[in-house]
């Protein structure tokens, strides 16, 4: 019989650019260089390794590790021996880092040099087995043989990711090859990888598997230029260098975007992909003015990352600049291989697709979690008749783009009016002293909610609370506009996201 069917797994990317990509270089990592014959063998004696070390299909293997050759290995590693990946968030605390390989039931625990003796401090008190790089990671390589277990049900759990726990306890999001490998057939589509890209690991590689790019990268034989920890002016040397792809939150582009080495921009254009919190179109803007060209994405932990993408149609080229801003900061439409999301009313109902009504963001389909790992009733709040619920507030526009208004704990209701924060945002982006803000309620007697803006400004800009105000006030209602605003840094997660339950305990005390 001919056989016409293969689970889909990442593996089977790595198997394309082991064959097609042998002598291309696979792995920049500092000193250590790469090319897809030696990182696919190195793979397959990781996963060799993890099997003498007693892992067997289905056990748990943590991975606390920088952006490094390590991390790719262990990607692919762990699921060449059938194992299960729990990539770690590294800028957690002991007790945090603790209770993610306690509840995953992680038997052993990969680390990268940074965290070795961190690691080694977690796996002795939960008597885990451990590998770290160095000398004891390239023994464990050199001994062991290369192995593989077959992923026969791409249904199958491959990894567990927590989610950075901004809405609560921590959750352990669980996905199948089946989603990474079509997810990564997504990236690769979206941001048009192939043999000649230079992804630049900006993003890190624990959060939702970098967006699959691990695997998409590998897969279109393009080479991983890691990071070990952002560095602006390295991030420009990169660009400089030949770097043709990175992908980051908004608020790192900001960074990036201000940052003095940043000067005319990029020599050539850079294919860049953002996510995780809405980009304003002024950022976008100042981006295509470096010759950084930003895909917009929207996704969770839960959707593999990016489920969304603002397509780009030729015929907007043609709308004037400032419509052209509004149609990227729209999130746009499922992904490649995703299915059209909806937008629902609290009944349940399909909101009109006129761009105004807000509703819930629903998702199902193939970059769907199987649901979080042993915790039935976060998965049952989450579902909604086979859909997943995102939290997300979102209208349907008449060309069935999809605009994301707020998150549902971050709308603000002021005087039984609802204020989407993102508004109030973009309105202070806007003006050209600010590098970024975030606005949140604060419990007001008559109002019940007021808005408070916290505001970070461009190196070297000045201007006051009051010209502040009236630049939003042209733009927006007179209740909309913050009525105290802080100047200062923003409190971000280590994924780069303002960290609005932060701000709204802080926010009101020291009121100008
Ligand atoms: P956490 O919930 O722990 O912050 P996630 O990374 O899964 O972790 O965050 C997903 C959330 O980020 C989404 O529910 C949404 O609120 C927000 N988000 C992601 N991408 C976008 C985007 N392009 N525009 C607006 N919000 C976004």
Redesign the pocket.
């Known amino acids: 019989m001919i056989e016409s069917y293969a689970s889909l797994t990442p593996v089977l990317l790595l198997d394309r650019a082991a064959q097609s990509f042998a002598e291309r270089t696979a792995v920049v990592d500092g000193d250590v260089v790469l090319t897809y014959r030696e990182f696919a063998a190195r793979c397959e004696r990781l996963s060799g390794a993890l099997i003498e070390a007693g892992i067997r299909p289905g056990d748990r293997v943590g991975a606390l590790c920088s952006n490094s050759h390590v991390m790719l290995e262990v990607h692919f590693g762990a699921l060449l021996a059938g194992a299960v990946l729990v990539p770690m968030n590294t800028r957690l605390a002991g007790a945090e880092l603790a209770y993610v390989l306690k509840h995953s039931g992680a038997r052993l625990l990969v680390t990268t040099s940074e965290f070795a003796a961190a690691g080694a401090a977690l796996a002795d008190s939960l008597e885990l087995g451990m590998l770290a790089e160095g000398e004891a990671y390239e023994h464990a390589l050199t001994q062991a043989e290369p192995r593989r277990v077959e992923t026969t049900d791409e249904r199958a759990l491959m990894s567990i990711n927590y989610?950075?726990?901004?809405?609560g306890r921590s959750k352990g999001v669980m996905y199948h090859h089946r989603g990474a490998f079509l997810q990564s057939v997504a990236m690769a589509y979206h941001t048009a990888l192939q043999p000649g890209t230079k992804y630049l690991w900006t993003l890190p590689m624990f959060?939702?598997h970098g967006w699959s790019f691990p695997f998409a990268v590998t897969g279109a034989g393009g080479t991983h230029v890691c990071l070990r920890s952002i560095d602006l002016a390295r991030i420009w040397e990169e660009i400089r260098g030949g770097a043709t792809h990175f992908s980051a939150a908004p608020t790192v582009l900001t960074m990036i975007a201000d940052h003095a080495a940043a000067g005319a921009g990029a020599p050539h254009p850079v294919a860049v992909t953002?996510?995780?919190?809405?980009?304003t179109p002024t950022l976008l803007e100042r981006m295509a003015a470096l010759n950084l060209h930003v895909t917009?994405?929207?996704?969770?932990?839960?959707t593999f990352g990016p489920v969304m993408v603002n397509q780009w149609q030729p015929e907007w080229d043609e709308r004037s600049a400032g419509e052209r801003a509004s149609m990227t900061a729209r999130?746009g439409i499922a992904n490649l291989i995703a299915r059209p999301p909806r937008v629902v009313d609290a009944e349940g109902r399909d909101v009109a697709d006129d761009g105004i009504e807000v509703g819930e963001l629903l998702i199902r389909g193939n970059d769907v979690m199987l649901g979080y790992y042993r915790d039935e009733e976060s998965t049952r709040a989450a579902s909604h008749e086979g859909w997943f619920r995102?939290?997300?507030l979102a209208v349907m526009h008449p060309d069935g783009y999809v605009e994301?208004r707020d998150?549902l704990k971050d709308v603000i209701i002021s005087g039984g009016e609802n204020i989407a924060s993102?508004e109030v945002e973009r309105a202070l982006d806007s003006h050209p002293a600010v590098s970024e803000s975030a606005v949140v309620g604060r419990a007001d007697d008559h109002w019940g909610q007021v808005p408070v803006a916290f505001v970070n400004l461009r190196p070297g800009a000045e201007v006051t609370v009051g010209e502040l105000q009236d630049h939003v006030r042209t733009q927006l209602a007179r209740y909309k506009v913050p009525k105290v605003i802080h100047f200062g840094e923003l409190p971000k997660?280590t994924?780069g996201?303002v960290q609005k339950n932060v701000l709204r305990t802080s926010g009101g005390k020291d009121a100008r």
Not at 163 to 167: F, L
Request: glycine share 16%.
């Open positions: 989610t950075s726990g901004t809405t959060h939702c953002t996510g995780g919190a809405p980009p917009h994405a929207y996704g969770l932990t839960e999130q995102t939290g997300d994301i998150r993102v997660t994924t996201k």
